[in-house]
């Protein structure tokens, strides 16, 4: 008798009886009902046609062929960054990343390499003096993440359902924290102040205490922004936050600590941001990382649904282990019952930032922060020198900077597009992201690039707009 082809031998959830027994656990009557929050446009109700099979090194040959197509950072001048950024990775980075004992760890009691414990608590603790902060997570997978997560640990530690965050944001990142808190949860955006104003860019104050509501749990702000611009204000709304019963909480790139106050000293509660620039290459969206801490308050800790590692002391004298610290709060203890799940994580790019901060010590990030800084203002400076090229803020900004064409009578697609036939990456195009802004892109400038470097970006734009 042939077997039913829509079961699988090795999968008994295929079994239609088991299939209805779960649909009904659940409270619905069919598959179909699970999918209902995906619109019709996006699915796919044809039959795959599926290409046969291919050899292996017919395979291997197909996908060297489309490796082929790629134009890298390393073959041309790079001036994207926009939440993926080109930094130095010191050789020992990728030396330790690529052992065998980290690349192959997985979660697990029965398996676990309990060296991985020590690396990650030894990175807990340099992230936590980076960020003057007591408790630091194990990685969640990116910026995004780590934000969104932030924002409902803020949410059940006040039990309100409202959160304030800046208007000018990332759209991937505000997109997934807007998936995320959905639907309890509402996002409420705070303007800018206008870009014609010594201080624009910032945060508009007016604007956000008439959205700070007693419903409000948390204030989400960057710094520096998506747009690379300094947040002054920082005290200033940690009060407004605080007054209002909010918590503070701050996004930050990690490699800016080297040259700004970190947010614990001007009121943040909590603390996230990206692992990317610590250490770790740019890898299609592979390479990030995301990051939360808090101090060392029970109200915060038993809020983080991720992993925490501590040390103490054994029963032999002078010897210490590492391992879980409230494991029973996460949901690998809780499973369907935790206040969020959490499964596969990025604890790799944690021990690689760890062996980065290791490596530059404090010194070395205040070299590393002030090299960029230099850099960033000289290239803003040489751009800003050609005519029909501006700054759309003047506000101080770090890494990264939004360059005006407005003036060129050029496109920044038309410009990128020369800059490519140069062997240049311009900055990211902003003209669809911010319309009211025009014809603008977003430009990054990092320690790995040498005034030479800066020059001949000056140049190449300054031949394309004038001619």
Known sequence: MRQNPRIHPYIPNTVPEVKQVMLQEIGVSSIEELYRGIPESLRFRDQLQLQPALTEYELQRHIEKLLSK??????????????????????????????????????????????RFQTLFEYQSLLAELVDMDVVNVPTFDWAQAAATALRMAVRITGKQEVLLPA??????????????????????????????SKGGTLDLNDLQNKLTDHVAAIYIENPSYIGIVEHQGQQIADLAHAAGSLFIVGIDPISLGVLKPPSQYGADLVCGDLQPLGIHMQYGGGQSGFIASRDEEKFVMEYPSRLFGIVPTIVE???????????????AKREKGKESVGTQTALWGITAGVYLALMGPLGMQEVGQTIIQHAQYAALRLSQIKGVSLRFTTPFFKEFVVDFNESGKTVEAIHRDLLACGIFGGKDLSQEYPEWGQCALYCVTEI??????????????QIVEG
């Not at 759209?171 to 014609?196: G, Q």
């Not at 391992?323 to 949901?331: I, Q």
């Not at 690039?449 to 300054?462: G, N, R």
């Open 168 to 197: 000018i944001l990332h759209p991937d990142r505000r997109m997934i924290i807007e998936n995320y808190l959905s639907p309890e949860i509402t996002c409420v955006y705070i303007d800018a102040i206008s870009d014609t104003d």
């Open 70 to 115: 790629n134009t890298s950072a390393k073959a041309n001048l790079n001036f994207l960054g926009a939440g993926c950024w080109q930094h130095f990775i010191p050789a020992v980075c990728d030396e330790i990343s690529q052992r065998s004992e980290f690349v192959t760890a997985y979660a697990g009691e029965p398996y676990e390499d309990h060296g």
């Open 449 to 462: 690039h040498t005034k030479e470097d800066l020059e001949q970006l000056a140049a190449a734009v300054k």
């Open 318 to 332: 002078g010897e210490y282990g590492f391992g879980d610290v409230a494991y029973e709060r996460t949901s690998f």
